[in-house]
């Protein structure tokens, strides 16, 4: 079964930065573009970034637009969400996933992704 493991998650105060990492075991990262979501109490799951299987094309929400920024590196196999400036509103649960359908980025929507991990918990709050 084809999992992701997301970590770097933690508490941190309004302003501060956080990376979170997204890796696979038993599969490569690089056929696929990778989306980050994210998920707070008794909200939906938003798309927040993705980058295709290439790397050469991102995507942003606009509410994390020129704050996170998303990378990966092939040859650890990992998929990276550089978070700056982070808000109190960016508290939530965030998630990475392949994307099934196509090798861009192509939306958000959580039935086109898979392999989606446990989540990693981030807080925002001084």
């Known amino acids: 079964q084809l999992q992701l493991v997301e970590s770097g998650g933690g508490l941190v105060q309004p302003g501060g930065s956080l990376r979170l990492s997204c890796a696979a075991s038993?599969?490569?990262?690089?056929?696929?573009?990778i989306g980050w979501f994210r998920q707070a109490p008794g909200k939906e799951r938003e798309g927040v970034s993705c980058i295709d299987s290439s790397g050469g094309s991102t995507d942003y929400a606009d509410s994390v637009k020129g704050r996170f920024t998303i990378s990966r590196d092939s040859a650890r196999n990992t998929v990276y969400l550089q978070m700056n400036s982070l808000k109190p509103e960016d508290t939530a649960v965030y998630f990475c996933?392949?994307?099934?359908?196509?090798?861009?980025?192509?939306?958000?929507?959580?039935?086109?992704?898979?392999?989606w991990g446990q989540g990693t918990q981030v807080t925002v709050s001084s």
């Open positions: 996933a392949i994307q099934l359908t196509h090798y861009t980025c192509s939306g958000y929507a959580p039935a086109d992704f898979g392999a």
């Open positions: 038993r599969f490569t990262l690089d056929n696929y573009a």
